[in-house]
């Protein structure tokens, strides 16, 4: 069905999955998942109109790129070239940059009762990015269960991180402040005042960056985190009044966790906490930063990744 039309005359599509006692909608603008139903329990934040998602939005549900997360002063250099980004968060380039890929039309290439492919064309100079890039993530719902599968291919050497920014809230609504997170990572990347890491990870213990140990998302510094974990292994919430648990697995290397902080409740129509975010990814700055694992992708080879967000409850 169609969504919504932008100002251009271009029509926006919206999908709906369905599987056991899971429910999706999928927008082809931004690639956004809007809402995801456990049960009769929408646990993503949502906006109801096109219009919000343009005016409204803090990546709400939206696929990232060409790069999710920030790179330091908007710039970075690539086999003795360096590529000058849009700064869009302070001087660093913010998720892809002014119009990443969440404020794209992405192509619907594949439906299903329980599955939608979408694909998106990134030319040349696309937000300073070098290269032609053609990207796709697919949507499925089975076993409980939403799996995130993407692909990417390029014509000239560049630089990908691509992430879902989903906003969770197992209760369907107040805020996550309750929340039990597990994030199975003995190292975390401390940051700048720009929130640019400042080289080596560190490790959590004594600090309050551990959750190898459950605890409330707002036990510890205020709920304050917006910080990438180098990953051990899987992450789970869980949300302690309806028992609904949420299970995240991944094959990237980190996770940025993001409790909403920045939310304020007028912009957005949520308040602060309203929803976390586990966006699972390749750490920021990585361009910059050869200690990391690298983000170059090259002509003739093909990025895949794929991550799960499991339900009990």
Known sequence: MIFGTLPSGEPVERHVLSSGRLRASVLSYGAILQTLEVSGVNVVLSLPTLEDYLTRSRYFGAVVGRYGNRIAGGRFTLDGVEYRLPANNGPSSLHGGIEGFDKRVWTVSGVTDSSVTLTLTSPDGDQGYPGTLTASVTYTLA?????????????????????????????????????????????????????????EPAPVKGTPFDFITPHAVGARIDGAYDHCFVLDGDISVVEPVSGRTMRVTTIEPGVQFYAGGMLDGETTSYGPHAGLCLETQHFPDSPNQPQFPSTVLRPGERFTSTTTYAFTG
């Open 143 to 199: 076993d409980n269960a939403i799996r995130l599968d993407y692909t990417a291919e390029t014509d000239a050497p560049t630089v990908l991180n691509l992430t879902n920014h989903s906003y969770f809230n197992l209760a369907g609504g107040g805020d996550v402040l309750g929340h039990v997170v597990r994030i199975d990572a003995e190292h975390y990347l401390p940051v700048d005042d720009h929130k640019i890491p400042t080289g």
